[in-house]
């Protein structure tokens, strides 16, 4: 047990810092329980005195450090890093920009004879350190992984570099009903003819606040999804040309106004709702008895769904995670109104080009594509400043009700469950 740990009954042993027997472990715990608490950590000091000069302190302390000294650093560095305008008019100065978190590959440099040459590049640790921490700490939302093609951007301001939101770029959905109708897509096409590698969707768009609130900034970072940068990397990642993006609303129909920040927004087409179905989310303990219990009684699911690999290392069936859930739910004969909701997401998409659809069902060749619009930077930005931004910051002033929050939530990290609940249950959603 390390000297961050709290108690426990379960005895772990750092390899870091400061280790304790299993002999001094059980007196730890031994303490804790006769002190009759479970939310106290052991804390070792050195102070002067003593015979030699210093002495040592063993006690057990109540507030909450982080065991990583380093990922204080990095949220604190992130923080720092927000765009929070001085005037209500700063939005008009803003030049917005995607940093790739993985930026390892080829880069061009000049050598001193004046000619370019590649080189390798490292990947970069602090990139996804800071996306992952801005993600977790400015989305009600849980951070889940996304299985397959990952495209994950910092979005920052490139005149004063802080930080305006985040987005990711994944696997498109194989079934969405409303929208592949629209297409006039056939799902043997999409799978066997590999065109669903064509499209993607934007699994997250988180603004920071108080661009989101203020600017409407959820909109600027949808534009941003369609970006030359976005194709550009799909393209070099993956080998496929990117035609359409696709995402889907937060709330859906059971928003009080029903709209969502795609609606109305250029370039974006709603093509209607989710079946409204989808699953709750197991306690981890659960989806480990599930787990056993398809290897037990079910072993060739079991192997397809958690064990084979394709060649390129990813999972052997899509979406195995909720298809082994469906499965065994139908399995146990369990009730669907008691594992699914009623909540239906807004779908929309985005084609990039006036063919799209030709081209998606394979009727046409990439080099006969058309491009539908101007995908810039530049052009993005100010469509949205123009035509969105200046709107719901002047309607904001007239009524008095410019936001100045972050809401940045790392406070989380030092909250007790019941102490999170009270404090912002309300606010999820928000």
Not at 22 to 33: G, S, T
Not at 257 to 266: F, P
Not at 392 to 420: C, G, M
Request: net charge neutral; hydrophobic share 35%.
């Amino acid at each position: 047990m390390s000297a961050e740990t709290t108690s426990s009954t379960d005895v772990s042993i750092s390899t870091k810092g400061i280790s304790l027997t299993d002999v001094a472990a059980e007196k730890v715990l031994a303490l804790l329980i006769q002190e009759g608490r479970d939310d106290l950590s052991l804390r070792v000091a050195v102070q002067p005195g003593g015979c030699s000069g210093l002495r040592y302190q063993l006690y057990f302390g109540e507030e909450v450090q982080l065991v990583d000294p380093n990922q204080q650093k990095v949220v604190d560095e992130v923080k720092a890093s927000i765009w929070i305008p001085q005037s209500a008019d700063d939005y008009l100065n803003l030049k917005p920009v995607l940093e790739y978190t993985d930026d390892s590959g080829k880069d061009m440099q000049i050598g001193i004879d004046g000619k370019e040459f590649e080189v390798e590049k490292k990947r970069s640790k602090d990139l996804p350190e800071r996306w992952n921490t801005v993600r977790n700490f400015i989305s009600t939302m849980k951070n889940n992984s996304n299985i397959g093609r990952n495209l994950n951007f910092l979005v920052k301001d490139q005149v004063t570099g802080k930080y305006l939101g985040v987005i990711c770029i994944s696997s498109d959905f194989l079934d969405l009903t409303p929208r592949d109708e629209v297409i006039g897509w056939e799902r043997e096409l999409k799978t066997q003819g590999s065109m669903i590698n064509h499209t993607a969707i934007g699994s997250t768009i988180v603004p920071f606040q108080p661009l989101g609130y203020n600017y409407v900034g959820g909109k600027l970072l949808a534009l941003l999804c369609l970006s030359d940068e976005v194709q550009r990397l799909w393209k070099k990642q993956y080998g496929d040309v990117l035609v359409g993006v696709t995402t889907t609303s937060l709330y859906g129909r059971t928003k009080a106004d029903g709209l969502s920040q795609y609606d109305n927004l250029d370039h974006w087409q709603k093509m209607g709702f989710t079946a409204g179905s989808v699953s709750f989310e197991p306690s981890r303990e659960t989806r480990y008895d599930i787990i056993n219990w398809l290897k037990k009684n079910h072993t060739r699911k079991y192997f397809e769904w958690y064990v084979a690999k394709k060649p390129s290392g990813q999972p052997y069936k899509r979406d195995h995670k909720n298809r082994s859930l469906g499965f065994t739910y139908s399995k146990l004969g369990i009730p669907k109104e008691l594992i699914r909701t009623d909540h239906a997401r807004g779908i929309y998409f985005s084609p990039l080009y006036d063919n799209s659809y030709e081209f998606l069902r394979g009727e046409i060749k990439e080099d006969q594509l058309v491009k539908s619009f101007d995908t810039s930077y530049e052009a993005l930005a100010e469509l949205w400043k123009t035509k969105y931004a200046s709107k719901r910051i002047r309607s904001l002033k007239e009524q008095n009700r410019v936001s100045t929050e972050t809401l940045f939530y790392d406070d989380l990290i030092f909250l007790s469950w019941e102490e999170a609940k009270e404090k912002y249950l309300s606010q999820v959603g928000r």
